[in-house]
């Protein structure tokens, strides 16, 4: 896999076992917005402070779909990420697109 571009808010995170490009893309933030039920940028805020492992993993999905990895993203349940690796990849996903 190439590195991450960081030009483009990518960012590379060790993930089941292989390093997954996540990218919060327009396409990954609405499919975040959908998933958390959040509409707009200050519900979306808000939710983001209190996420659920569920929602978590929802959020890392769209993540790596914006990276380009669909795969990944539809077997997360099966794959055995932590919670506290997907929340780390998904802070490092955030701040890359700052």
Do not use: Y
């Not at 960081?6 to 396409?27: H, K």
């Not at 569920?54 to 932590?82: F, K, N, P, T």
């Amino acid at each position: 896999m190439k590195g991450a571009n960081a030009a483009r808010g990518e960012v590379l995170a060790e993930l089941a076992g292989a390093p997954r490009r996540l990218c919060l893309t327009l396409g990954a933030l609405a499919e975040i917005e959908a998933a958390l039920g959040a509409t707009g940028p200050e519900a979306l805020s808000a939710r983001m402070r209190a996420l659920s492992a569920r929602d978590l993993m929802a959020v890392l999905a769209a993540l790596l779909r914006g990276g380009g990895d669909h795969l990944l993203a539809d077997e997360l349940a099966i794959s055995g990420v932590q919670p506290k690796v997907a929340a780390d990849a998904v802070a490092q996903a955030f701040v890359a697109a700052g």
